[in-house]
């Protein structure tokens, strides 16, 4: 299989150098590929995945190897983050907390908490939204999760995924950059709305930090 793209982004580079990983270990290299992308988010899974399915189009492999591979770079990859979340561990995000302005070590006990509570459905679903699909690995591994039953929802929710963009590459051929321009728009909308979380977390303790500064100046000016 040659290289498909030719307009010189790093996009295309990135979908030509999936290609030639796939075309000198066939299917595995489509595994490592995805396995990459769990480590480094900025790689979309959008452009490795269509072109996994584009192979098993040309003969290269089947489509059955295409999802089993690449499920398995997924699982691979969510699990070395995993590991690195289970040695950050509660103990010391909770002191990194303390040092960080803005933060408190009581927002870990309240993301712990929470995770405790819908953490399987938080990986399950996560695997499908871009960029939190790689860091919902995280914590799980600091709340500890089953190992296996974080591997099994990774993989249910990593093989629904891969299963639409190998399928888009699959069936629509030389035209998988089509399903691409949609998963890039859900791509925006995930950044914005994380952007814009970020803004009001920062607002409302800054605010809170110069409520909590003025109460105690009035203090120190009252009578005793």
């Given at each position: 299989?040659t290289?498909?793209?030719?307009?010189?982004s790093?996009?295309?580079?990135?979908?030509?150098?999936?290609?030639?990983?796939?075309?000198?270990?066939?299917?595995?290299?489509?595994?490592?590929?995805?396995?990459?992308?769990?480590?480094?988010?900025?790689?979309?899974?959008?452009?490795?995945?269509?072109?996994?399915?584009?192979?098993?189009?040309?003969?290269?492999?089947?489509?059955?190897e295409?999802?089993?591979?690449?499920?398995?770079?997924?699982?691979?990859?969510a699990?070395?983050?995993?590991?690195?979340?289970?040695?950050?561990?509660v103990?010391?995000?909770r002191?990194?907390?303390?040092?960080?302005?803005l933060?408190?070590?009581?927002?870990?006990?309240?993301?712990v908490?929470?995770?405790?509570?819908?953490?399987?459905?938080?990986?399950?679903?996560?695997?499908?939204?871009?960029?939190?699909r790689?860091?919902?690995?995280?914590?799980?591994?600091?709340?500890?999760?089953p190992?296996?039953?974080?591997?099994?929802?990774?993989?249910?929710?990593?093989?629904?995924?891969?299963?639409?963009?190998?399928?888009?590459?699959?069936?629509?051929?030389?035209?998988?950059?089509?399903?691409?321009?949609y998963?890039?728009?859900?791509?925006?909308v995930?950044?914005?709305v994380?952007?814009?979380?970020?803004?009001?977390?920062?607002?409302?303790?800054?605010?809170?930090?110069?409520?909590?500064?003025?109460?105690?100046?009035?203090?120190?000016?009252?009578?005793?």
């Amino acid at each position: 299989m040659t290289a498909v793209t030719t307009d010189g982004s790093w996009l295309s580079a990135l979908a030509d150098w999936a290609v030639s990983l796939m075309d000198v270990i066939g299917p595995a290299g489509a595994g490592i590929a995805i396995a990459m992308e769990n480590l480094f988010p900025p790689l979309p899974s959008e452009v490795i995945l269509p072109m996994a399915g584009l192979a098993a189009s040309r003969g290269s492999f089947s489509l059955a190897e295409a999802l089993v591979w690449t499920t398995a770079g997924s699982v691979v990859g969510a699990l070395l983050l995993y590991g690195l979340g289970a040695w950050l561990g509660v103990v010391r995000l909770r002191a990194i907390a303390a040092k960080v302005p803005l933060l408190h070590p009581e927002d870990i006990d309240r993301t712990v908490a929470w995770f405790e509570r819908h953490g399987g459905k938080a990986v399950f679903f996560g695997r499908m939204i871009p960029i939190f699909r790689s860091l919902i690995s995280i914590p799980a591994g600091i709340t500890r999760m089953p190992v296996w039953r974080f591997a099994l929802l990774t993989a249910a929710g990593s093989l629904l995924w891969n299963a639409i963009f190998v399928g888009s590459g699959f069936f629509l051929g030389e035209s998988w950059h089509l399903v691409e321009r949609y998963a890039e728009i859900l791509q925006y909308v995930v950044i914005a709305v994380a952007a814009g979380a970020a803004v009001w977390f920062i607002a409302v303790r800054v605010r809170a930090l110069l409520a909590n500064r003025g109460s105690r100046g009035r203090s120190t000016l009252e009578p005793d």
